[in-house]
């Protein structure tokens, strides 16, 4: 599976000239007109040059805005042929209830699918035999990361990875700070440049531990300082829905990272799985009133 070039456009928008950066935005909110635009139409449309228009297609991959128009028509003739629906547009302040909930809908959905439609297989086998090697792994995310890492962590925790989630980041650096060559670091960050997370991983690659970031962004400050780089394709709209979007697509990474480290330990991690399910059925049971008669 390979990503959609709008997937790729948006994932490589923060690094973009602002005058880039409108073209970007054209392609991405409506690629069926540009697809069928000239290249003086759209550069007229953004309030810039051809030769920026140019320039932006070599930015984004394409040897030119002819190879752009080709790449979109195929793939929204692709699209049209497996009948995708597009919801399309932002939420406004006249969308009623109905219409909300199909957006938002409609925008987690398509995280996950494009999420996992671009993902690098290559990449996350490399993330899954380091992860299995390690003795130590650290994982850093704040805010809404921070609810990823934990989440990551519960999982290798439960199939016996020694393993640790960090949301403080004076008490995440100093974590760092104490890893080394074999240990395993991971931060999380739909930005990929939240500074916290950044300087933890920072300091951990520095002492040697293999560093993984994954987040929406493979040209942020994150991902340029990691060994390897896991990236999310998840939309941002009005009123942050596409915060919701942003947790799903890193949570589509981080399931496939941790079946991908169960099985490389299948027979243990089996074992330990129903060990922890047993643990927590038993404890429930011992926990559960007794039924009044």
């Known amino acids: ?7 790729r456009i948006r994932s490589l928008m923060p690094a973009l000239a602002p005058a880039e950066r409108r073209v970007a935005q054209r392609v991405c909110e409506d690629p069926s007109v540009v697809a ?10 953004c309030g810039t040059s051809e ?3 140019t320039r932006f297609c070599r930015a984004v991959g394409f040897t030119g805005y002819p190879a752009l128009r080709l790449a979109l028509a195929t793939e929204l003739g692709r699209a049209e042929g497996f009948g995708a629906r597009t919801v399309g547009g932002d939420i406004g302040p006249g969308d009623s209830l109905d219409e909300v909930v199909e957006k938002v809908a409609w925008a987690d959905a398509r995280a996950v699918e494009e999420t996992a439609e671009q993902l690098d297989v290559s990449t996350l086998r490399a993330v899954v035999a380091a992860i299995a090697a390690a003795p130590r792994v650290d994982i850093y995310g704040v805010g809404a990361s921070a609810f990823v890492a934990l989440d990551l962590q519960q999982k ?8 640790f989630a960090w949301a403080d980041p004076h008490v995440a650096v100093t974590s760092a700070a104490l890893l080394g060559p074999g240990d395993v670091a991971i931060g999380l960050s739909h930005s990929g440049v939240t500074q916290d997370t950044v300087d933890a991983l920072a300091r951990a690659g520095a002492n040697g531990a293999t560093s993984i970031a994954i987040t929406n962004f493979p040209r942020s400050p994150l991902a340029d300082l990691a060994d390897h780089v896991l990236t999310t394709a998840a939309r941002e709209t009005t009123f942050r829905s596409g915060a919701t979007a942003s947790r799903l697509a ?3 990474v981080v399931d496939c990272v941790f079946v991908g480290v169960a099985q490389q ?5 089996q074992q330990l799985l129903e060990a922890t399910h047993e643990a927590v059925a038993t404890w429930r049971q011992a926990r559960r009133p007794p039924r009044s008669r």
């Open 265 to 269: 330990t299948y027979e243990t991690s």
């Open 156 to 163: 290798l925790h439960r199939i016996g990875r020694v393993v």
């Open 1 to 7: 599976m390979t990503e959609s070039t709008t997937v």
């Open 36 to 45: 069928a635009s000239t290249i003086s139409a759209l550069a007229a449309e």
């Open 51 to 53: 030769t920026t228009v």
């Open 250 to 252: 890193q949570l589509t």
